[in-house]
């Protein structure tokens, strides 16, 4: 079975500050990776995904992620934080098995943007 | 643009009371997912629809249902609503093997509240 962790429910940082948020995977089949980025009592919006090509991708809002097989993480980083990047971001993993794919879920990491 | 649009984004029913919540696309996406995300939660898979063929999740209480009438629509109904069941439902299409390069395409969702 597949599944992410997202180490970290709450993480706060200074405007202009580094974000890095955690996500670990597992999978017995390489996996297929997204980052999605949800405001307060909106859907989910795509941020960035891998999908077995450069392991480092380039997402939406100047975010990024590396996907490292020997750690089987996929930590999302931003250079410098904005107060509009204040949002829940969920970590999701995918398998390509067939007509269908399901999208399994993080728990979640709010990232709140102090001034 | 193309895209999923819920309605309503707020609903409110009572206790036991049957309560629809309506998904449409224009995406012309052949796959259709709801999901159920309570607060501080991750989204959690209710069942999809791959064409006309209806798949349901194992844990998904028999209190939930859903049509699919067309291409473009699709409907969750709740039959006797709980304290339990508020929470934000979130809809999401897919264009079949496509999930490893797109991901999947949501709407802002429906926030259900139950009194």
């Known amino acids: 079975a597949q599944s992410v962790t997202q180490l970290g429910s709450h993480v706060s940082v200074s405007e202009g500050a580094l974000v890095l948020l955690r996500c670990n995977y597992s999978?017995?089949?390489?996996?297929?990776l997204f980052w999605y980025v949800q405001y307060p009592n909106q859907g989910l919006q795509l941020l960035l995904k891998?999908?077995?090509?450069?392991?480092l991708v380039k997402g939406i809002n100047g975010f990024e992620a590396e996907f490292k097989k020997s750690e089987t993480s996929f930590h999302l980083t931003k250079p410098s934080a904005h107060m509009s990047d204040a949002a829940e971001y969920f970590c999701?993993?995918?398998?390509?098995?067939?007509?269908?794919?399901?999208?399994?879920f993080g728990t979640g990491t709010l990232l709140a943007v102090q001034p | 643009d193309a895209m999923v649009i819920q309605n309503p984004r707020y609903q409110v029913t009572q206790f036991g009371k049957p309560v629809t919540l309506s998904c449409s696309q224009t995406?012309?996406?052949?796959?259709m997912y709801w999901y159920q995300q309570k607060s501080s939660q991750a989204p959690k898979l209710l069942f999809h629809?791959?064409?006309?063929?209806?798949?349901n999740e194992a844990d998904t209480p028999d209190n939930f249902q859903s049509r699919r009438p067309n291409t473009s629509f699709c409907f969750l109904d709740i039959r006797s609503p709980g304290l339990g069941d508020a929470a934000m439902y979130l809809c999401?299409?897919?264009?079949?093997?496509?999930?490893?390069?797109?991901?999947?395409?949501f709407g802002s969702g429906t926030r259900l509240t139950v009194v």
């Open positions: 999401a299409t897919q264009k079949t093997g496509t999930a490893k390069i797109y991901g999947y395409t």
């Open positions: 629809y791959y064409d006309k063929d209806f798949n």
């Open positions: 891998y999908t077995s090509a450069a392991t």
């Open positions: 999978s017995s089949v390489p996996p297929y």
């Open positions: 995406l012309n996406h052949n796959v």
């Open positions: 999701a993993v995918s398998s390509y098995g067939g007509a269908t794919n399901k999208l399994i």
